[in-house]
């Protein structure tokens, strides 16, 4: 079995996702990053925009407005000042 990246995408009201998934695109402040198990340790603020965390054929999708994101050995955190699920609509 692969080894997985342990993310958690948490808000001042709750936790929205914790788990182990492939990879994980978020919008940094100086640009829009990617982070895969094993990734070197940084911090770094979030601008609005989509979080994507992937996992095989999985793809979930989170709108954030600001915070921080964190990567260390445990895996990543992400500290948003509010975020909600995106949920694409099928007409």
Request: no cysteine.
């Amino acid at each position: 079995m692969a080894e997985k990246l342990h993310v958690s995408l948490v808000t001042p009201e709750k936790e929205l996702f914790s788990g182990d998934v492939d990879q994980v695109i978020a919008p940094g402040s100086e640009g829009e990053f990617g982070v895969l198990v094993n990734h070197a340790p940084f911090m770094t603020t979030l601008a609005e925009g989509m979080v994507t965390i992937l996992d095989g054929d999985k793809k979930r999708m989170y709108q954030v407005r600001g915070g921080f994101a964190d990567v260390n050995a445990e895996g990543m955190t992400i500290l948003a000042e509010s975020a909600e699920e995106y949920v694409e609509t099928v007409h």
